[in-house]
C-alpha cells in the first residue's frame, strides 16, 4: 500500500500477486459461509502425518479447515481476474 490516493478515494495497492493453491487428495473438509466476497483474516498451514491441514478464518464469510495428501503453492505478480459467480 502507498501513501497515495486513487481517483476513486483508495489507497494505491502495489505488489500485487495471484496465489493458487493446488489441493490433492482431499482427505476431509469443513467448510462454512462460503461466499465469493468473504475476506480472508488468515490461513495457517500445518504438516499432519497424512499430508496437510489448511486453516483458515475470515474477518467475513468463508472459515473452515481442509486436510490433504498433497499441496502445491504458485505465486504470479499481476491482479487477480474479476471473481466468478458461485450461484
Known amino acids: 500500500m502507498t501513501n497515495k490516493i486513487d481517483e476513486q478515494g483508495y489507497y494505491e495497492l502495489t505488489k500485487h500477486v495471484v496465489v493458487k493453491f493446488g489441493l490433492e487428495s482431499i482427505r476431509s473438509a469443513s467448510v462454512v459461509d462460503l461466499w465469493h466476497k468473504s475476506i480472508l483474516l488468515d490461513l495457517a498451514v500445518d504438516r499432519t502425518e497424512s499430508g496437510f491441514q489448511l486453516i483458515f478464518s475470515a ?22 481476474s474479476p471473481p466468478v459467480s458461485l450461484s
Open 59 to 80: 474477518a467475513y464469510g468463508v472459515s473452515g479447515t481442509i486436510e490433504v495428501e498433497r499441496l502445491s503453492l504458485s505465486v504470479t505478480p499481476g491482479k487477480p
